[in-house]
């Protein structure tokens, strides 16, 4: 074993980088590279520069005058010579080179074409040829063959570059023996370096011409140079000849890049989220393989290989039968030091990968035996079934002509191709491999001359040189390494250039979008060439200009034809005659290279577009924005601390006085207090009036009803649930209508939905939870949904019992998500593939200012959490910037138009049908419906409370007219009857967990209005950056005295919706649901504490140890407490009880409410035992009132209360034959004197007490 070899390299500062005064960050010493964090500078509490060790680390940042500096050629002594080596020895060899764009990781691959710039790939094949020769002149009992390929990895898709014939995408599959592989993919033979030198620059031309065609660039594809090195050796005392084959793998990865930093957009964003893909996939491979070779990881364990193209097929050689080495390429300047780092992190996981090398000594005998012997399998197979295979040819038995209609004859004919394909590429001669490669290269040429790319006088070899009279063309192309790689003729008369489909034949043959059929004419007569575009439509600038009329053309003139075909002209003749005369070129350009950088900058410049002052004032007045913003910020932060100060004040002023009238007034006499009691006033009548019609609406007792007249059908369903093994589970929910959590349609019944616009209340209803631990779904169903879904589970079990064939009822079967989709089972729902992941409100008050406003605002599920946020945007939209807006060719929706009916707007409003606001109250009226007056925290005075109420009701009883006479005028730019637009944008969602993929939004007014939608993206987690919506929706509409109530009142609701992968019902999907537990097995509870000491006692509670020496006999017994609460009805019920996910069993939380009686009940569980015998209760306490579980603070008598026991006794369930000892308490929280029981509890704090219970128990 061995682990991979790792080197990093530094090279020098570029010109943005020395434009930009950049600093140098990275520092070597020896194998040890250091970075420095430069935000840390002008601190004091500087950070420690993070160092990193590494097998090399080359300094090529300084000048080869430097005696640290790092050559190409040291390069290659250190890595490639030991690759080279490890290849003569028959392992197989891979080097990959990794960095973000423009780190130099090309040049340390490639290099340059100039005498000691030459990279690692040209330096080994010359050195492999180099001591081929030298060992065949030694030994002549060893022969050596090369092939080479050459393909390019380009959004996931792969392509052959060597040849031409194979231009459709290739597909990568696997096989048992040989591993990943590419189908049909060119192995060509090569016998010098010289061939393989010119395999690379058609490689590179290529690419060259898939790139102009496709409008691609080098950095955004992944190249792979293999050569697949054999050598045979004949033994003459055996008479044997042995072989080992060598993979060499040269891959060139794509430039790592973010979107932000280099603006993408459209097609350029897409590809780098495929690049990043790729790049981000290797990551997880290599930290995986890590963790594996570092016994953090089984090797059993999920690698994800096949989650990228590019990984599948370096699975051998990471992590495999390979020796690698990977060279990871540094920018040294401040300004890329994220960058940097996470390429610094990514090459200090790799080096932890232990690869298994093995010498590939004589494969192709026993592969060809193996696939040999699975070919006749196959055939075997297909005779069985009637179909003979024949020479690749498919033909039927004489079973009448019956065709493969079976998915497995197909796969089986399909991999008996594949493997008869693999036969014969490995019985290939050499003699035929070199007759292949000589006739895919004539193909190539052929295909290259009909496109209209210069090939040599001779017409043999294909290369870039300068011809000596000719005038022609020569691309240029974003990549240097690309361009001036193709050379178009502009032969003695007219020269057409057009898209191949024209119906005339075309000298040079381009495509893409904006080449016409019959593009332009190129006019060469007596040594001058004039460009004539053939109509308006056909776009060709020369040095920017648009041409419209012949140009005559001139050397080094910039030819752009169409949108992303960039070409130099150059003219031979011409130029030798202007040295003669010694004139200057016409037109010639500056200093700088004419490059395509020149050529589209000249093109802007011309157009009037000058990018970098247009950049310069867009930060300006972001800089502006944001001073602006900040100052406001700070202000509305202040107003804010002021008001609530001056709040503070008040309530302390008005306590002080409040406890000053209460010391000075003399207590009541009881008769004071019954004639208080009898004698109410008119205000005493309407409050308790009030509170009946509020408590009315609630329905507690029909909820009682509810519940326990169909306790017996919900516990049927989950009996026959577990008879069946169907994992699904039945309890009884109250859900409660408000904004975030509206109630469907199906759990309401026809009262509800009749007084649904008349009731001044949110509606509770009884609903049954369905619990799919199978799916992983949770769904709400009615009562009455209830009872028709039991009559089916009935039939199915009595089937069942009977034997007879209906839905099946093993756990591996049943509840599949076929039957959840198409609900042929009576326990599953369907359940879409988005679920609501919450709801936010937006105001659109800022529309009276009117200024532009960006909120984050959360988003809230039907439980109350907090799920995540958005970023929303909301802004007045006038005429001007809607005409700047389309000029400018912005992409957003179409314009909506809505309207606002007054009338039926404000009767709406009054009757109720109009949806609430999220806290139940409008921004300019509270309802005294929704006021509740809770112990302790009550603002409002009796007097304030009623006339509240009062005016209320009179407002509820008038009709919208009233509302519609006192509306109150709205600002000069919302006149009414006047158009108006304004823009809602929905920029991001931050914080949405990552169990929900796909996330989308759509909004739309409370009134009604169509929703408006924006499409999906992917989520990435809390981990990754924020979710970009950037949706834009302008809506125009006509202002009316309705629509500004709802902009004064009312919010816009957004909903968000994301694909549910992950649910927490799963981790109980493998347990069956036990309806009594067993023996010894009784849930966990909380840490035990010392007694609480009995007031009655007159010294403290002594706990005396179990001593084990005395022990007559063990009991497990199980305690039950419940919290019971005085009813409407007169009985107590007990509290809910809150269990948290994933909280241990036994534990939870008591949801008490304020100002009710209450009593303690607690039960004694355990299995009969004639020994022991419960005889009563002594005294029941409860103290250490507290918010932390740990007791901390000694116990004082105020906090201590021994409370009121009722009669106690045994208590008997039909069919258990358990001992229940039961015992209840009356508790007043209001005696303690602690201020934890007379609020309302914080958010997120809990309120912790001990309770002590002091039996009487007789043991026989």
Request: charged fraction near 25%; include cysteine; glycine fraction near 6%.
């Amino acid at each position: 074993m061995s682990s991979v070899k790792v080197a990093v390299r530094v090279r020098p500062f570029n010109s943005r980088e020395k434009g930009k005064k950049s600093v140098c960050i990275i520092s070597m010493t020896g194998c040890t590279t250091t970075i420095a964090n430069p935000k840390e500078r002008s601190e004091k509490g500087k950070e420690a520069p993070k160092s990193f060790n590494f097998d090399y680390s080359y300094w090529s940042h300084s000048t080869p005058s430097d005696p640290n500096y790092a050559s190409q050629r040291k390069v290659y002594d250190d890595i490639g010579k030991e690759m080279l080596e490890h290849a003569f020895e028959g392992y197989n060899v891979c080097i990959f080179a990794y960095g973000q764009t423009g780190s130099g990781k090309s040049y340390t691959m490639m290099g340059k074409q100039e005498p000691t710039q030459e990279g690692i790939i040209p330096m080994l094949c010359e050195d492999l040829f180099n001591r081929i020769s030298d060992n065949t002149n030694n030994n002549s009992t060893t022969t050596y063959s090369v092939e080479v390929s050459y393909m390019e990895i380009y959004c996931e898709r792969v392509r052959d570059l060597l040849n031409p014939k194979n231009n459709k995408n290739l597909r990568v599959r696997e096989h048992p023996l040989l591993g990943p592989y590419v189908e049909d993919l060119s192995k060509l033979a090569v016998m010098s370096y010289n061939d393989i030198s010119d395999l690379m620059n058609e490689g590179n031309k290529a690419r060259t011409v898939a790139s102009t065609n496709m409008n691609e660039t080098s950095s955004r594809s992944h190249a792979v140079f293999t050569i697949i090195f054999t050598q045979k050796r004949y033994d003459r005392q055996t008479d044997l000849t042995t072989e080992k084959v060598s993979k060499i793998s040269l891959v060139d990865l794509a430039g790592s890049e973010r979107a932000d930093a280099t603006g993408a957009k459209g097609t350029r964003l897409k590809e780098g989220a495929n690049i990043n893909k790729s790049l981000t996939t290797l990551g997880k491979v290599i930290s995986a393989l890590a963790e594996v070779s570092s016994k953090k990881k089984k090797r059993t364990d999920f690698i994800p290989y096949r989650d990228s193209v590019l990984t599948w097929l370096l699975k051998e050689n990471l992590g495999g039968n390979s020796k690698t080495a990977m060279v990871a390429a540094l920018s040294p300047a401040d300004i890329n030091y994220d960058e940097t780092l996470s390429t610094l992190r990514y090459a200090d996981r790799a080096k932890s990968i232990m690869c298994k090398a093995v010498i590939n000594e004589d494969p192709n005998a026993k592969l060809i035996r193996d696939l040999k012997e699975e070919v006749n399998r196959l055939r075997d197979l297909l005779k069985a079934e009637g179909i003979f295979i024949d020479n690749l040819n498919v033909s039927n038995s004489n079973l009448g002509g019956r065709k493969m209609s079976t998915q497995m004859e197909q796969e089986a004919v399909e991999q008996l191709k594949a493997n008869e394909k693999l036969i014969a590429e490995l019985n290939e001669t050499w003699e035929q491999k070199l007759q292949k490669t000589d006739a895919i290269r004539q193909q190539r040429e052929e295909m290259l001359a009909e496109m209209g790319v210069a090939i040599r006088e001779d017409g043999n070899t294909v290369g870039v040189f300068s011809p000596k009279n000719t005038p022609h063309l020569v691309n240029l192309n974003e990549d240097a390494l690309m361009s001036e790689c193709l050379l178009y003729y502009i032969k003695n008369g007219t020269t057409r250039v057009g898209l191949s489909s024209a119906k005339v034949p075309q000298d040079i043959q381009l495509s893409g979008t904006s080449i016409q059929q019959q593009h332009c004419l190129f006019d060469n007569t007596d040594d001058s060439v004039l460009i004539m575009p053939i109509s308006p439509e056909c776009l060709c600038y020369v040095n920017g200009k648009l041409v419209e009329e012949p140009v005559e053309l001139y050397s080094g003139y910039r030819v752009i034809l169409g949108k992303f075909h960039v070409f130099r002209f150059n003219h031979p003749k011409q130029v030798r005659q202007q040295k003669c005369l010694k004139s200057p070129t016409i037109e010639s350009p500056s200093k700088e290279p004419v490059d395509w950088f020149f050529a589209q900058n000249e093109l802007l410049l011309k157009e009037g577009i000058n990018m970098k002052e247009e950049m310069e004032q867009r930060l300006l007045a972001l800089e502006a924005q944001m001073k602006k913003e900040k100052e406001e910020a700070d202000q509305l932060l202040e107003q804010q601390r002021l008001d609530y100060e001056s709040k503070l004040q008040a309530l302390q002023k008005q306590m002080d006085t409040h406890t000053m009238l209460t010391a000075s007034s003399p207590p009541a006499t009881e008769g004071d207090d019954k004639l208080e009691r009898w004698c109410w006033g008119e205000h005493e009548y309407q409050l308790a009036a009030w509170a009946i019609r509020k408590w009315k609406y609630y329905r507690f007792t029909s909820i009682r009803d509810d519940l326990w007249g169909n306790a017996i059908h919900l516990k049927e369903a989950n009996a026959v649930s577990v008879e069946l093994k169907k994992k699904v589970e039945f309890q009884f929910v109250l859900l409660t209508d408000t904004l975030y959590s509206p109630l469907p349609v199906e759990l309401l019944s026809e009262k509800d939905n009749k007084d649904i616009g008349q009731r001044p209340f949110p509606r509770t209803v009884v609903a049954v939870e369905v619990q799919d631990k199978k799916n992983g779904a949770t769904h709400y169903w009615s009562i009455e949904k209830l009872k028709q879904r039991l009559e089916m589970m009935r039939e199915m079990y009595d089937n069942h019992s009977d034997g007879g064939d209906g839905l099946p009822i093993t756990p591996e079967s049943n509840g599949t998500l076929e039957n959840a989709m198409t609900c042929r089972d009576p326990f599953y729902d369907r359940f879409p593939w988005f679920r609501l992941v919450g709801r936010s409100f937006v105001y659109l008050s800022n529309l009276l200012v009117p200024i532009s406003l960006v909120q984050k605002v959360a988003i809230v599920n039907e439980r109350g959490d907090v799920q995540g946020y958005l970023r929303i945007s909301i802004q007045h939209i006038s005429p001007e910037d809607q005409a700047m807006d389309k000029s400018s060719g912005r992409k957003q929706s179409a314009v909506a138009n809505i309207t606002f009916n007054d009338k039926e707007y404000f009767n709406t409003k009054v009757t109720g049908n109009m949806k609430r606001s999220p806290t139940g109250m409008s921004q300019t009226a509270l309802s005294s419906e929704e006021l509740r007056i809770v112990e302790g925290q009550r603002e409002n005075s009796d007097h304030d409370l009623l006339e509240h109420c009062k005016d209320d009701t009179e407002n509820l009883k008038e009709n919208g007219a009233d509302l519609y006479e006192t509306f109150v005028e709205p600002p000069e730019h919302m006149k009414i009857g006047s158009k108006m637009c304004f823009r809602v944008t929905v920029l991001q969602g931050m914080g949405i967990s990552s169990e929900y993929a796909d996330i989308f939004c759509q909004f739309n007014l409370l009134h009604g209005h169509e929703a408006f939608v924006t499409e999906p993206v992917r989520n990435t987690g809390n981990s990754g950056p924020p979710l970009g919506f950037y949706f834009v929706q302008d809506i125009q509409v006509t202002v009316t005295k309705a629509f500004v109530d709802y902009v004064r009142t009312q919010p816009i609701m957004f909903e968000v919706f994301g694909h549910y992968q992950a649910h927490p019902l799963h981790s109980q999907s493998q347990e069956l649901t036990r309806l009594r537990p067993a023996k010894r097995s009784f849930p966990s509870s909380l840490p035990l504490a010392r007694p609480v000491p009995s007031p009655k006692q007159l010294g403290p509670c002594v706990s005396l140890p179990c001593s084990t020496s005395h022990l007559h006999s063990k009991h497990d017994i199980l305690l039950w407490i419940e919290i019971c609460e005085l009813a409407p009805s007169g009985e107590y019920i007990p509290c809910v009880v809150d269990h948290p996910n994933k909280s241990p069993p036994g534990s939870g939380c008591f949801m008490l409410h304020q100002g009710i009686q209450r009593r303690l009940a607690i039960t004694i569980v355990h299995e009969p035992a004639k020994q022991l015998e419960w005889i009563g209760i002594k005294e029941l306490v409860v103290g250490r009132i507290r918010t932390k579980l740990e007791v901390n603070e000694p116990d004082y008598e105020l906090s201590v209360l021994s409370l009121n026991l009722l009669p106690a006794g045994y208590v008997q369930y039909p069919n258990d034959d358990r001992i229940f000892f039961r015992f209840e308490a009356a508790w007043d929280s209001s005696l303690h004197n602690s201020i934890l029981l007379n609020r309302v509890t914080p958010y997120r704090e809990h309120v912790y007490l001990t309770l002590s219970a002091y039996m009487e128990v007789s043991i026989h």
